[in-house]
């Protein structure tokens, strides 16, 4: 199983990211998915996270600017993240719920 993440960037605060994650190996579409981010310095913590019904949950932190989704015909799960902040910098990594598997991290840098 094998989770391969994209999309992260450098961007000015107040834009726009869509980050990617695909995975291969597994059964995705029965699958609970998750967005977590890590900032220096800082414990993982959890962003955004999408059953495999859809059903979707967020950190208050992001709720309202970021959305996250999947396409079980591609296998991906999407994170948009909109007015972004300062405080959003972090890799972040998508992950299978209730698993080990985790993707290798992309990063956001977003500059005041």
């Known amino acids: 199983v094998q989770l391969q993440a994209s999309g992260g960037g450098l961007v000015q605060a107040g834009g726009s990211l869509r980050l990617s994650c695909s995975a291969s190996?597994?059964?995705?579409?029965?699958?609970?998915m998750g967005w977590y981010r890590q900032a220096p310095g800082m414990q993982r913590e959890s962003v955004a996270t999408?059953?495999?019904?859809?059903?979707?949950n967020y950190a208050s932190s992001v709720k309202g600017r970021f959305t996250v989704s999947r396409d079980n015909d591609k296998n991906t799960v999407y994170l948009q993240m909109n007015n972004l902040d300062p405080e959003d910098t972090a890799i972040y990594y998508c992950?299978?719920?209730?698993?080990?598997?985790w993707g290798q991290g992309t990063e956001v840098t977003v500059s005041s």
């Open positions: 992950h299978i719920m209730r698993s080990t598997v």
């Open positions: 190996g597994t059964t995705f579409r029965t699958k609970h």
């Open positions: 999408i059953t495999a019904l859809g059903s979707t």
